[in-house]
T-cell receptor, first 112, second 114 residues
């Protein structure tokens, strides 16, 4: 069974701090997506990484896909209260599996 | 344009009753997904529709769960004889063609079975 483990599960920081959340697996993925979910809403796609070693930046968010395409990280610089939410990673199998494999998420709270 | 919409937004029902949850995907999206999200359980895949292909029902937890998609657009998820463990947020998503593309999620239906 393919699993995606996210860590930490919960994170509470002060505005302005930096943080990194991780998404790890023993399986290889053809692509990996990061979503943010706010209370009462569905997840919203932030980025998709496809190439091993790929780094993508979205304003203060930096996403990296591991060289072996088994893991990924999300780094947020100078966190803002608006970054608060549940961050989910989801991997697309390298095989012909028509489902994404989802992590349990990292719940981030950024306090003003 | 309009995003994915779901109704009702909240549903409270009694154990043993049947419920129907509705999803209106983004117009033109051929792929539609149903997920269940429970506290501490993450997103659990339930069913996937892609165009005119047979749906992938491999995630449905029991035969009390069924879903249909009429005319390649609106989808209904039906839970028969609801149990307390069915309480969760049911999320619908659609994408243009397939699972590796961006999935656009609706706001979900919060189901509480008493």
């Amino acid at each position: 069974t393919q699993l995606l483990e996210q860590s930490p599960q919960f994170l509470s920081i002060q505005e302005g701090e930096n943080l990194t959340v991780y998404c790890n697996s023993s399986s290889v993925f053809s692509s990996l997506q990061w979503y943010r979910q706010e209370p009462g809403e569905g997840p919203v796609l932030l980025v998709t990484v496809v190439t091993g070693g790929e780094v993508k930046k979205l304003k203060r968010l930096t996403f990296q896909f591991g060289d072996a395409r088994k893991d990924s990280s999300l780094h947020i610089t100078a966190a803002q209260p608006g970054d608060t939410g549940l961050y989910l990673c989801a991997g697309a199998s390298a095989g012909n599996n028509r489902k994404l494999i989802w992590g349990l998420g990292t719940s981030l709270a950024v306090n003003p | 344009g309009a995003g994915v919409s779901q109704s009702p937004s909240n549903k409270v029902t009694e154990k043993g009753k049947d419920v129907e949850l509705r999803c209106d995907p983004i117009s033109g999206h051929t792929a539609l997904y149903w997920y269940r999200q429970s506290l501490g359980q993450g997103l659990e895949f339930l069913i996937y529709f892609q165009g005119n292909s047979a749906p992938d029902k491999s995630g449905l937890p029991s035969d009390r769960f069924s879903a249909e998609r009429t005319g390649g657009s609106v989808s209904t998820l039906t839970i028969q004889r609801t149990q307390q463990e069915d309480s969760a947020v049911y999320l619908c998503a659609s994408s243009l063609r397939g699972f590796q593309e961006t999935q656009y999620f609706g706001p979900g239906t919060r189901l509480l079975v008493l």
